[in-house]
């Protein structure tokens, strides 16, 4: 039979939800911006996702944005935190002095419900539910209700996230979603950066000004990257905080790493929904990086290109969207 279960417990004396099916294991944290920071495959010991445990946790409860998969709603930049949409101004607060923008949203610190979780020998899976309405503090921001979900699914092909977002205003609104998603690299242990090969379905990169926001021109990618496109780069060839164009292969807008020392292969499907991606390695460190997917440009609607380009959403009212992503090996 296989060990399966879906439980109430803790970590690092945090709440969580702790998620078992097989050889696979994850850990949600519903109070802190409904953040799955942990999915391991434990019969080999393998951490994919970078988690904030020990020292890391301080930093992690500060700013909980470089580990597990944070939410971002909306994702990225936004110039000095102010845009247009359908005639109406929205000012969102300036939370990075240094370049004068907005970025990475309002949810990924929130406490999000647990709506239900649950273990069968066939899966083990959480779903937590985020009212985004009067009651929170980013709707002074952006004041429409809205009400995001996201369930996790854990059996034998992974883990899956069901994200789901219902606009319950009365008007149309700019829907922008992205992850921060961490990942280990290498993530087994005794691997080293020398054993990998890492590929990113990056299609064109985005240039950015000297305040990272795009200019609307695209770049040709270097070499390095090229060789992440292609599927056996090295995710540290250099500093990255870049912006990229996902490389529109339908059912194929993944990121993979392959260790040769162990022969596992983590891939990492973002799903067709997310039409660019950001990439942030904090400067080459060498331990983990984030492949970041987002549904839209970074300050997609200020970039001045039609909404096919940039992917900015519009979510009329009682419109419902969803999209499907996935983790495993093979």
């Not at 019969?43 to 988690?51: A, K, P, V």
């Not at 961490?182 to 990113?200: H, K, R, W, Y």
């Amino acid at each position: 039979m296989t060990k399966h279960y879906a439980k109430q417990g803790t970590y690092e004396n945090e709440p969580a939800i702790l998620l078992k099916h097989g050889s696979y294991s994850a850990i949600l944290l519903p109070k802190i911006g409904g953040n799955l920071i942990s999915f391991r495959d434990d019969d080999r010991d393998f951490r994919f996702i970078r988690e904030p445990e020990g020292a890391d946790w301080p930093a992690f409860v500060n700013k909980p944005m470089v580990h597990g998969v944070p939410v971002l709603f909306p994702p990225n930049r936004y110039d000095g935190g102010t845009f247009e949409f359908d005639g109406r101004t929205y000012r969102f607060p300036v939370n990075e002095p240094e370049t004068g923008n907005h970025i990475h949203g309002f949810v990924y610190e929130s406490e999000w419900e647990v709506v239900s979780y649950g273990s069968t020998e066939q899966a083990s899976a959480v779903t937590v539910r985020l009212h985004f309405d009067e009651k929170h503090s980013g709707f002074a921001y952006f004041p429409h209700r809205i009400t995001l979900s996201q369930t996790f699914t854990l059996s034998n092909e992974g883990l899956k996230l069901h994200f789901e977002a219902v606009n319950e205003s009365a008007e149309a609104i700019p829907f922008m979603l992205g992850f921060h998603t961490s990942v280990n690299a290498p993530f087994a242990q005794g691997s080293t950066i020398e054993d990998l090969e890492c590929g990113i379905a990056i299609g064109e990169r985005w240039e950015l000004s000297g305040r990272m926001l795009p200019t609307g021109r695209k770049l040709p990618l270097s070499e390095g990257e090229l060789l992440l496109a292609e599927g056996a780069g090295n995710p540290y060839f250099e500093s990255l905080d870049n912006h990229y164009t996902a490389s529109g292969n339908v059912g194929d807008n993944a990121m993979t790493i392959y260790d040769r020392r162990v022969n596992v292969r983590f891939v990492y499907e973002a799903g067709d929904a997310y039409k660019h991606w950001m990439v942030y390695n904090a400067a080459a460190n060498g331990k983990f990086f984030c492949p970041e997917p987002q549904t839209g440009m970074v300050n997609a609607p200020n970039v001045g290109l039609p909404a096919e380009q940039t992917g900015l959403i519009r979510l009329n009212p009682g419109e419902r969207w969803t999209a499907v992503s996935r983790m495993y090996v093979e």
